[in-house]
């Protein structure tokens, strides 16, 4: 964890902290590679390289790591088994989260909206997050004033989980005034971010945030929304990512719901009832216990299944294979081949292997 970290803190973007960590193996090789190990490895060049090494030089691994285990905060990366799996499916997927609270693996629809609503709005955002509770859903959001605070504290009323994506570190309260909900959500669901603790939430972090709360959702709703609200910003995340976007109609001259409308003429679907918009995300929801169900696992004989659940995302050397499964060294090298064959995995370089789906 302590190099895993110490790599997340680097300037670089996620796809290269990713790249780097296939090609290395670990954080720690990477930690100790030297210049021309890296050019090498052609992933990062020129000045960012100068960059990175005059970075690595500064930060003292130890002391950083110390400091940040003395916040009481959680972290977890990309290859981790509690990461949400959700978001590996995407470009730019974070190479790591920062996390207080619980995390959980289940359906999550996203809640977004206008931050001065209308009583309208309220109602609406209410009534929708009670009855996505009551069906089982988790509600993922920005903890936002207006529609995103009123549908994360009515998930907390009903008994249900919620899930806040911060453009900000998670030690940082924002809005300030919902400190009470930020604290009910750490103690009752989980607030998470890609920004680093004590970060301070600036403007140009939010539309990154925002491609957060739709890769983690099932769908996106914007419950009331201006013309050029930010909460169309998700909705632009959520059509880039092939989710479904649903938004609350409103009156034609009503400025809180002409981003709505527009949502709608655009191709979203009108939410016209509680009740029908629980028939159409019925049709589309993974059930919450086979979420990350993995149909490529029954299919394999038991000496390759044992071989491939004990690979992840990151390379894993021929010699900790055979520690794990506790199989010959011929019979797992046996497995290998059939799983390359197959495609479910790859050498990444000589007896360093990573799983591809």
């Known amino acids: 964890m302590k190099y895993k970290y110490w790599l997340h803190r680097m300037y670089l973007s996620n796809q290269e902290k990713w790249n780097l960590l296939q090609a290395f193996g670990s954080a720690e090789r990477i930690l100790g590679a030297g210049e021309e190990e890296l050019e090498d490895a052609s992933i990062i060049k020129g000045d960012r390289l100068q960059q990175f090494l005059a970075q690595r030089e500064r930060f003292d691994v130890d002391r950083e790591y110390e400091k940040f285990q003395e916040l009481g905060i959680g972290l977890t990366f990309r290859m981790e088994e509690d990461f949400p799996r959700m978001l590996l499916h995407y470009a730019n997927c974070p190479f790591g989260l ?47 004033r207006g529609i995103d605070g009123i549908s994360q504290r009515t998930a907390i ?55 957060l709360i739709s890769g983690l959702s099932t769908g996106v709703i914007v419950v009331e929304a201006r013309e050029k609200s930010g909460s169309l910003i998700t909705a632009d995340f959520a059509l880039e990512q092939g989710k479904d976007i649903y938004a609350v109609p409103g009156r034609m001259t009503d400025p809180m719901s002409k981003g709505c409308n527009r949502l709608i003429k655009n191709g979203a679907l009108p939410i016209l009832s509680v009740e029908e918009l629980l028939t159409d995300i019925g049709e589309f929801a993974f059930p919450t216990e086979t979420i990350f169900h993995n149909p490529i696992m029954e299919t394999l004989e038991k000496e390759n299944l044992l071989v491939y659940s004990c690979l992840d995302f990151y390379a894993i050397g021929l010699e900790e294979i055979i520690r794990k499964t506790n199989l010959d060294l011929l019979s797992v090298l046996s497995s290998i081949t059939d799983l390359e064959e197959a495609g479910l995995i790859k050498e990444v370089f000589k007896n360093q292997y990573i799983r591809l789906t």
């Open 98 to 144: 920062y996390y207080r609270g619980t995390l959980r693996e289940m359906n999550l629809m996203a809640m977004v909206g206008a931050r001065r609503c209308s009583q309208y709005g309220k109602l609406m955002a209410k009534s929708i997050s009670t009855a996505l509770v009551q069906q089982g859903f988790g509600i993922v959001s920005g903890m936002a």
């Open 157 to 211: 009323e009903e008994g249900g989980y919620t899930l806040a994506v911060l453009g900000s570190g998670v030690d940082v309260c924002y809005p300030p005034e919902h400190k009470g909900l930020y604290q009910d959500i750490c103690n009752r669901g989980c607030i998470i971010s890609e920004f680093h603790p004590g970060t301070e939430p600036l403007k140009e972090h939010f539309p990154a945030r925002n491609r």
